[in-house]
């Protein structure tokens, strides 16, 4: 009986919490899971994140769904007879034709968002209808939900989200200047993600502009002649028009494409190019990269918002409810 009590305690204190966490020992002295979480942060985040997303988009797809049942079942329809007369039936061509011409003849992909298509070709175009139907659809949802109690118990993981303090940076702000707290887009000229995440970029500017102050930091292994020349812009007060020159360049951006730009943005021609081969210029984009590099951040594009960071890829409206919430409240 003794033997057998002996062996119950020696499971139960090898199966409690304690021993549990004890992931590894280096002579004697334990390696625990909240050290190895710890370390791995930013990286569990980012996949608690991607499954949080995954199941509040099929969670939210789900409920319009329920509700959009309810109302059919309400009017004595089936559901796809109620979405044919609600939703399908008004997908017309000349509202495909006009949707085209507002997205420039080339609509993007849902779920990647340096890809786009074509509207000329029957892909493209097939996509495209496929996309409007999507956002009726949600729409339809939307203004149904109005009508029921819907509570959303489901936990998200931004208590866990990731903290950077880019207050060393040495960039230019626009926006309210004076405000404690910005948006800040890490990136390069070089990353068509970054890219992509640029209409993103104006898009928070236009709502928050009075409120926040906004930056774009620069981020590479090393100083590139891009980021050289946006901060030579930036020594005669023309850092945001060369940005947005680099931003939108579709060609190799070199020494020639940089010394163009300054010319046409009537720089200081001679001064500009001093101060791209300047080593004090290149020393501060390196130490803004080194900031970066400090707070764990590796990727590019981030957005850090209020100092918390948001990796891509980009969700609009969570970025837009976190900045309601958490920064304006």
């Known amino acids: 009986m003794r033997f057998q009590l002996f062996c119950i305690a020696t499971v139960l204190t090898a199966c409690s919490p304690q021993n549990q966490n004890i992931v590894a020992t280096i002579d004697g002295k334990p390696i625990t899971m909240q050290q190895i979480d710890a370390m791995a942060r930013n990286q569990l985040f980012s996949m608690l994140e991607s499954i949080y997303q995954i199941r509040h988009n099929v969670l939210d797809e789900y409920i319009n769904q329920l509700v959009i049942n309810i109302e059919a079942e309400n009017k004595e329809l089936s559901y796809n007879d109620y979405l044919e007369l609600n939703v399908y039936s008004k997908i017309t061509d000349s509202l495909v034709d006009d949707k085209a011409e507002k997205l420039g003849g080339y609509v993007p992909d849902r779920t990647d968002f340096t890809r786009r298509y074509d509207c000329s070709t029957t892909f493209g175009r097939?996509?495209?209808?496929?996309s409007l139907c999507r956002q009726m659809v949600s729409d339809l949802a939307d203004s149904l939900r109005k009508h029921h109690s819907i509570n959303i118990m489901l936990q998200s993981p931004e208590p866990m989200r990731p903290r950077a303090d880019l207050s060393k940076l040495?960039?230019?702000?626009?926006?309210?200047?004076?405000?404690?707290?910005?948006?800040?887009?890490?990136?390069s000229y070089a990353c068509d993600g970054c890219k992509a995440a640029w209409p993103l970029f104006n898009e928070l500017f236009?709502?928050?502009?009075?409120?926040l102050k906004f930056g774009f930091c620069f981020y590479e292994g090393v100083p590139s002649v891009a980021s050289l020349a946006a901060k030579a812009a930036e020594r005669q007060g023309e850092f945001w028009?060369?940005?947005?020159?680099?931003?939108?360049?579709?060609?190799e951006i070199d020494t020639a494409f940089v010394i163009n730009c300054a010319c046409s943005q009537n720089l200081d021609t001679e001064t500009f190019v001093a101060d791209i081969a300047n080593p004090d210029l290149a020393a501060e984009v390196a130490d803004n990269i080194q900031v970066i590099n400090n707070n764990n951040i590796t990727e590019e594009p981030t957005f850090v918002?209020?100092?918390?960071?948001?990796?891509?890829?980009?969700?609009?409206e969570a970025i837009k409810t976190y900045i309601e919430k958490k920064l304006l409240k």
Not at 241 to 251: G, I, R, S, V, W
Not at 305 to 316: H, N
């Open 126 to 130: 097939a996509y495209l209808v496929e």
């Open 170 to 187: 040495k960039i230019s702000h626009k926006g309210n200047l004076n405000a404690e707290k910005s948006i800040v887009l890490v990136g």
């Open 206 to 211: 236009e709502l928050y502009g009075t409120k």
């Open 241 to 251: 028009p060369m940005h947005y020159t680099l931003m939108a360049a579709e060609t």
């Open 305 to 316: 918002i209020g100092g918390r960071v948001f990796y891509a890829p980009f969700d609009a």
